[in-house]
């Protein structure tokens, strides 16, 4: 059967067959307003992934170590804390300043006017910086004039990276021995045989450098001789 087109009716149908179809209408050729998913909000997404994170990470995670650290390690948690006659005298952790020759003394410190806990700090002076060599070199003097003979170890005359360091190397303690053993009347035998008590190892064997505990050390000085 023979179909004859008319001009208007080819118009009809190319406008018909040219008219576009709305995504998310349900129906093709629909001409009502587009009903489509809903648009994420980047924003909210970053703001609830934020506040998720800051409550685990800032808040839970900490509490949870800080708890666990609590109840294995309490002396260690609380800071290392030294106790004399129920009061803190100090930390295991923080260097003290000791001038006097009846004391065993730390490292010297750069940390604000010197072994300031709430400056910790070195002097960020270079290797030519003559500052510093002159610092080293009078203190190198000085000490040298203690023993006469024996070379000064190298902690007693430079600084931590933090000012803070409690420890000293054992040669650096028995160094003093002589000083501390003639303040205090004591034999330097005796003297020695504390220092090597308090002498700490390599952990496992392997981490770090023998030290001793300048603080600790001085402790017990005081139990031995007053």
């Not at 209408?25 to 998720?52: C, D």
């Not at 300043?97 to 009846?102: I, L, N, P, V, Y």
């Not at 006017?113 to 070195?122: P, V």
């Not at 650096?172 to 035998?189: D, H, I, M």
Request: net charge positive.
């Amino acid at each position: 059967m023979n179909t004859t087109f008319t001009p208007e009716k080819e118009v009809q149908q190319t406008s018909s067959s040219n008219r576009p179809a709305y995504v998310g209408s349900g129906r093709e050729g629909s001409s009502g307003p587009a009903k489509g998913p809903a648009v994420h909000s980047v924003w909210m997404t970053a703001i609830r992934f934020t506040l998720i994170t800051a409550i685990l990470l800032g808040l839970g995670y900490p509490l949870v170590v800080t708890g666990i650290a609590g109840a294995i390690f309490p002396h260690k948690a609380a800071g290392s804390l030294i106790l004399k006659d129920g009061q803190v005298i100090g930390s295991e952790l923080l260097a003290q300043s000791f001038t006097s020759d009846r004391y065993f003394h730390p490292r010297p410190s750069a940390a604000g006017s010197g072994y300031d806990a709430s400056a910790s700090g070195g002097s960020n002076l270079a290797q030519s910086s003559k500052t510093l060599v002159d610092r080293i070199q009078g203190s190198i003097d000085k000490l040298a004039k203690e023993n006469p003979g024996k070379p000064v170890p190298i902690d007693l005359v430079t600084t931590s990276a933090s000012g803070l360091d409690p420890d000293v190397t054992p040669d650096a303690a028995y160094f003093q021995a002589s000083r501390v053993a003639k303040a205090r009347n004591l034999s330097e035998e005796s003297v020695n045989k504390l220092i090597a008590q308090h002498i700490t190892s390599r952990q496992l064997g392997l981490l770090g450098e023998p030290r001793v505990n300048v603080l600790l050390l001085n402790l017990d000085l005081d139990k031995i001789s007053k």
